[in-house]
């Protein structure tokens, strides 16, 4: 379809009564324009149905006027097919606290260093949250000179092993800590050793250091513009986990079977390899729709489940509860108004 043919990024709060946006349609350029090149003064009529629809659900929808200030974006294996910005502050190209977003990264660089097939039952729990380890506070350990083996121990996160706990899913970042701290214990935050240097060599990604990088369940800064080169190389079937998104998975809703602690709300789902398996009950069926890792402050990467698309909602709201479920709501919502040309309620 043509809404798939190029790039553009617009500002929701952009849109003055001359109709005019703040970035415009690259409708005519020969190449995509790079994020925020999109000239100022484009009409509200080059948007077509399909990117006005998405602008509509993003600026008045109820699941995304309370968010304040975000950016969205939809992609491929190619690159960023469309992308808007809510309100100011937040582009493609703002860094900030990613939380729980952290969790797929490192288990993608931790498949990756090691291999799929060499990965023991014991490594695999704690990339999927059943291990046992847990961390007593959420301390991110962010002092500079930190060392993952700093962060492990009494003076941060305080991990500690609960047997009964083990073979149950538990969210917590204990998990991943405890597999650092066997695998990468001397790196430290930023420096010529650090844990960013060891993901990015990994991943092929340029994530930014952060004294915070210890914390390898939560601590990790970045941008949208960072995160979309891991996701289409997901697509992509660059790592050693692209096709094993639902392998090792384990119930990870309220009340679900094993299920001892869980932050998710929207309706049953799984945890895989370090991200969310979300899905929905068709007909009594439960189908798997994509996967996901949103982070405590609002930070929400996805890929459908057939790994063709890959969505991004980045922003960073400190205050507040369920920030990574709300801009999940919310990113669905302007993908299917996008992919419908029928803005969401």
């Known amino acids: 379809m043509k809404r798939y043919g190029r790039m553009a990024f617009i500002s929701a709060y952009g849109l003055l009564a001359l109709g005019l946006i703040g970035c415009g349609s690259a409708e005519d350029a020969p190449e995509p324009l790079p994020l925020g090149d999109a000239?100022?003064?484009?009409?509200?009529a080059a948007l077509t149905v399909y990117e006005q629809a998405a602008l509509d659900t993003a600026q008045?929808?109820?699941?995304?006027?309370?968010?304040?200030?975000?950016?969205?974006?939809?992609?491929?294996?190619?690159?960023?097919?469309h992308g808007l910005t809510r309100g100011s502050g937040v582009s493609a190209t703002t860094v900030?606290?990613?939380?729980?977003?952290?969790?797929?990264?490192?288990?993608?660089?931790?498949?990756?260093?090691?291999?799929?097939?060499?990965?023991?039952?014991d490594e695999?729990?704690?990339?999927?949250?059943?291990?046992?380890?847990?961390?007593?506070?959420?301390?991110?350990?962010?002092?500079?000179?930190?060392?993952?083996?700093?962060?492990?121990?009494?003076?941060?996160?305080?991990?500690s092993y609960r047997p009964l706990q083990n073979g149950r899913f538990f969210y917590n970042g204990g998990h991943m800590q405890k597999l650092a701290l066997d695998d990468i214990g001397a790196r430290s935050g930023t420096g010529l050793v650090s844990v960013m240097d060891w993901l990015n060599n990994r991943l092929g990604t340029t994530l930014p250091e952060s004294d915070s990088d210890v914390a390898t369940a939560g601590g990790f800064t970045g941008s949208a513009a960072h995160y979309r080169v891991f996701l289409m190389k997901l697509l992509n079937n660059q790592y050693e986990l692209s096709s094993r998104l639902t392998v090792d998975s384990v119930p990870a809703w309220e009340g679900g079977p094993n299920v001892s602690s869980t932050p998710w709300t929207g309706g049953p789902a799984y945890y895989g390899l370090g991200h969310w398996i979300e899905g929905e009950t068709v007909n009594g069926?439960?189908?798997?729709?994509?996967?996901?890792?949103?982070?405590?402050?609002?930070?929400?990467?996805?890929?459908?489940?057939?790994?063709?698309q890959y969505m991004l909602l980045a922003r960073h709201r400190q205050f507040g509860g369920g920030e990574g479920e709300k801009s999940r709501v919310c990113a669905q919502a302007i993908r299917k108004a996008y992919e419908s040309g029928v803005p969401q309620p």
Request: net charge positive; with cysteine; glycine share 12%.
């Open 285 to 308: 069926v439960w189908t798997v729709t994509g996967h996901s890792s949103p982070g405590a402050f609002g930070f929400y990467p996805w890929v459908n489940a057939a790994r063709t």
């Open 39 to 44: 000239p100022p003064g484009t009409s509200r």
């Open 60 to 81: 008045d929808s109820a699941s995304c006027t309370p968010l304040g200030n975000f950016y969205w974006e939809l992609g491929n294996g190619a690159g960023p097919l």
């Open 124 to 159: 695999k729990k704690r990339l999927n949250f059943t291990s046992g380890y847990i961390d007593e506070h959420s301390n991110l350990c962010g002092d500079a000179g930190t060392t993952v083996s700093d962060c492990y121990g009494p003076a941060y996160k305080n991990v």
């Open 96 to 121: 900030m606290p990613i939380a729980s977003a952290s969790k797929w990264l490192y288990a993608g660089a931790y498949v990756q260093a090691k291999g799929y097939a060499n990965l023991t039952p």
